[in-house]
């Protein structure tokens, strides 16, 4: 991050140094009003609720101290939701930093050709809204749908299976989604990077020797070791964030049998559903923040990179 | 050495041939299936291909007795009413951290760079109470409003603007124009490959959006296409493969004419995210 060094020259000859900054109040205030309001205001808010149970029908706050805290360590839903979570996470992540990473670079080997239409045909899912490409998925994996049709085909199930629907298919169903939906947004981030890899590493390899796989594992990965740390960050916490597809597969409940319910769903639940728990799921919010921050910390630190270049 | 770089490369075309087939097939389903009555599509046809080629699931979705049309217009308009705000909104506040020079601009810069950090979760819910205090909910205003300003945006503003040449402003000065309209007439459009970057990012966020317009609207006519997509696997009389599937494709659609007319400019963002 050199950019951040260097500190910003200051407009020279424009009309005095007042000027200046009155543009600057002027300029900045509409994004400071926006983030007081839906920011900053938001986060004191959803801090305070969460020491108090709040009753959404009589609009009153009662002080409850940690209770709510507490209550998420004591409650087998959210201990449930939790391991959901922590599953997916630990499976979707490694996933999708691999594949990501042999894509770019078989894409950015010398001599492929039609490049620009493979990256083009990667991208479509990064392109596609969640909701769109959750349908399309449950439409695939659906008891009539193309993918039972093709496994029947193939001798390798006698009977449908219900993809969507069986407890111990439809966490994986949503996994095997969100990597695929995944990959191509951070290979076209390592793409980016391989480019700036200069080619006399991989020529000087070659005079010694090396093999495709040898470059890749002693020049391509320790390259993009601080690229990788990004991706793996970026990773966890959209994984820990996951609640669209969840949704939408669910439609809202994160059955079956719970199978499907995340942290982040869990807290729309207990926010927005029947219960009068808003309190609850903001303790529920918190305790997400800070799991998520734990767990990028220790990542960086296993990663053995300082983060961000 | 010559026979095992050959031997490499058709490994390496097979990989990536194999992915693309991987990222084409739920598409390609999607897209024959769109083109299939619905008794075709739930009967088991193995086949990709339609054996009763049919438009009636696009002719449905587009026509009177379906809400489809209007909420691909709503998020046609919160699509580019929050674009062009955030474009406006994040480059001046980009412009003011990066040149110009006024008291607490460090403490204001390294607030919002915290800011970035807070996951949605923990905004959603206070987020919801504060629009329904400003009687905002069930509104477009509801949708656009929180998401006016992009931090990360106005991060990459700022970046820009850091190395943006200063005899450009002193020039405008000279010809006599004032600090407003320097930035307006001079230096926004000179700055247009970043905003362009930005413009899509941003409208691709609110276009694929789900979980605020899931939240905040509650009137069916007012729904955005994601939202109204769903209503297609939750009918009475089961789920709509057919409409929901040509639903899908149709949403898609802007995107990808986006994405190929602005090509450059989407690798490049994408590029500067990875640098952050």
């Known amino acids: 991050m050199e950019m951040q060094k260097k500190s910003p020259k200051p407009a020279r000859g424009l009309n005095g140094k007042h000027g200046q900054i009155w543009q600057a109040y002027i300029f900045l205030a509409p994004a400071f009003v926006i983030a007081a309001v839906f920011f900053i205001a938001a986060i004191v808010f959803a801090l305070f609720m969460s020491f108090n149970h709040v009753n959404m029908i009589s609009q009153q706050f009662e002080?409850?101290?940690?209770?709510?805290?507490?209550?998420?360590?004591?409650?087998?839903?959210?201990?449930?939701?939790?391991?959901?979570?922590?599953?997916?996470?630990?499976?979707?992540?490694p996933m999708q930093t691999i594949i990501a990473l042999l894509i770019a670079y078989a894409l950015s080997t010398r001599g492929i050709k039609g490049k620009k239409l493979f990256r083009l045909v990667y991208f479509l899912p990064t392109l596609t809204s969640s909701a769109a490409l959750t349908l399309i998925f449950m439409f695939i994996f659906n008891v009539t749908g193309p993918l039972n049709n093709f496994l029947i085909s193939m001798g390798l199930y006698q009977h449908p299976v219900n993809f969507l629907q069986n407890p111990a298919y439809s966490l994986k169903v949503i996994m095997v989604m969100n990597i695929w939906s995944t990959v191509p947004n951070y290979m076209t981030v390592y793409l980016a990077s391989l480019v700036d890899l200069p080619e006399s590493f991989y020529e000087a390899a070659e005079i010694d020797g090396a093999s495709a796989w040898q470059k890749l594992r002693y020049i391509t990965i320790p390259y993009l070791r601080p690229i990788t740390t990004y991706v793996l960050l970026t990773g966890i916490i959209g994984t820990f964030q996951m609640f669209d597809q969840a949704y939408i597969f669910s439609n809202g409940s994160g059955g079956p049998d719970n199978s499907t319910l995340t942290i982040a769903l869990m807290v729309y639940q207990y926010a927005f559903g029947s219960m009068n728990t808003m309190g609850y799921a903001c303790a529920l919010a918190v305790v997400l923040t800070i799991i998520i921050f734990v767990v990028s910390r220790l990542t960086e630190r296993l990663n053995g990179s300082e983060g961000l270049r | 050495m010559k026979e095992k770089s050959k031997i490499l490369k058709v490994i390496l075309y097979a990989v990536l041939i194999l992915y693309a087939v991987i990222t084409l097939y739920p598409f390609l389903w999607a897209l024959a299936a769109s083109f299939k009555p619905l008794k075709e599509i739930v009967s088991g046809n193995p086949g990709l291909l339609p054996q009763h080629f049919t438009l009636d699931s696009y002719k449905y979705i587009t026509g009177t007795s379906s809400l489809f049309t209007s909420w691909f217009m709503n998020s046609v308009i919160v699509s580019l009413i929050g674009t062009i705000v955030n474009l406006f909104l994040n480059t001046m506040a980009g412009y003011a951290l990066a040149r110009l020079n006024f008291p607490g601009r460090q403490r204001i810069y390294y607030g919002f760079l915290a800011l970035m950090m807070v996951p949605a979760q923990v905004l959603l819910i206070p987020n919801y109470l504060i629009l329904m205090n400003l009687g905002m909910l069930d509104s477009f205003k509801s949708l656009i409003l929180p998401a006016a300003i992009n931090i990360g945006n106005i991060f990459m503003m700022r970046q820009f603007f850091l190395s943006f040449p200063a005899d450009v402003e002193e020039a405008a000065q000279i010809d006599g124009l004032g600090r407003i309209s320097t930035f307006f007439r001079i230096v926004m459009p000179l700055a247009r490959p970043s905003i362009a970057t930005q413009a899509i990012f941003v409208f691709m966020g609110f276009w694929n959006n789900f979980m605020q317009p899931m939240l905040y609207i509650s009137t069916p006519k007012k729904y955005t296409l994601t939202l109204g997509l769903q209503t297609f696997t939750n009918q009475q009389s089961g789920v709509r493969w057919d409409h929901s599937m040509a639903a899908s494709i149709i949403s898609i659609i802007p995107i990808i004419i986006l994405y190929i007319v602005f090509n450059g400019y989407f690798l490049q963002g994408v590029r500067m995210d990875g640098e952050k």
């Open chain 1, 63 to 93: 002080f409850s101290g940690l209770k709510n805290y507490i209550d998420v360590f004591q409650d087998d839903v959210a201990m449930t939701a939790l391991k959901n979570t922590a599953i997916f996470s630990a499976i979707v992540v």
